[in-house]
Every structure is written in C-alpha cells, then in structure tokens.
C-alpha cells in the first residue's frame, strides 16, 4: 500500500480520536492529548480486507462538501517513510486498537479426524457437528469454519484440475 516502510506517522483530525498510539498500535491513554503516534504498516494493511472500503466510506465521501463528517467515520492522516502524507477514511467502528485474534493451531490427530469426517460428508451439522468438536476438544465454530474451508480448497482443486 505504501511501499517497504516499516512504521507511519499517524495522525487523527478529531480530537475525540486523537488518543496517542503506541508504537504496537494500542492506546496509551485518554490522558495523552497528544494526537501523534506511530501504527506499523503491516498492522494496518492486516486490517485491510475485514471491511468493505468503498460501502464503509461511501458516506464519509459524500460529505466532504460539507464542513464536518458524519459520527460514523474517521480521518487520519498517515506519513509514509517518504514524507508524503495520505489521508484515510476509516468507519469509527473498525477498532484499530484490538489485537488480531491468533490463527488456530491444529494438532495431527484433529487434523486426521476432521478430513475422515470431510471424506465420509462434506458437511457436519447439529448434533455430529456438536459430538465432533467435543471429542477432538474444540469449539462448534472452529469445526464449522474447518469444513467451511476445507469445500473451499476442494472447489479451488477441482477448478485446477479441469484446466
């Protein structure tokens, strides 16, 4: 998005957001006026995606003619490496600040389990679903989001093969 920097200086146009923000990308505090602070840029480009940039700011656009922007976006003005400084419209609701939730490690013998189940039926629901993840000691929703996956890689593998 910005090239190979490796943190941006950020700054909020609104002093309700211009918390200072710590190197990591969290808060310090509201005590801090100052609206300064450094965010890497691979914290934000992993932010990328978990929205839709067009539909979250398509109303913060609309209203620059207007003097102020609508309670439900944010400004902020980033400074790459280069000294360019970009301004970024971001819904108030994207929270910046909370940590990325961590990638699900599976063991060998999950994994062994849930593909027999995938080969035996392509989709685990209600009580199979429920007696899956008790057994192999995981949540309802991580075995939902595994079986989700795993017919995605086979559509994408079946797509391969035909070409």
Not at 17 to 22: I, K, P
Request: aromatic share 6%; with cysteine.
């Amino acid at each position: 998005m910005f090239g190979k920097q490796d943190k941006m200086d950020v700054r909020c146009s609104s002093e309700t957001e211009a918390n200072r923000v710590s190197k990591n990308g969290h808060k310090e505090g509201k005590e801090s006026k100052g609206s300064e602070g450094n965010i890497s840029t691979s914290f934000l480009k992993d932010q990328q995606g978990t929205f839709s940039a067009s539909a979250a700011t398509e109303g913060c656009n609309k209203s620059k003619s207007s003097s102020a922007d609508p309670d439900y976006c944010r400004r902020i003005l980033v400074r790459d490496a280069k000294g360019s400084i970009r301004e970024i419209i971001l819904p108030k609701g994207l929270d910046l600040d909370r940590p990325k939730r961590t990638r699900t490690s599976f063991t060998a013998e999950q994994l062994y389990r849930l593909e027999m189940e995938f080969q035996r039926c392509q989709y685990v629901v209600g009580r199979e679903r429920t007696e899956l993840a008790r057994q192999l000691n995981l949540s309802e929703t991580q075995v939902k989001v595994w079986f989700q996956n795993r017919r995605t890689k086979q559509k994408k593998d079946q797509g391969k093969d035909s070409e």
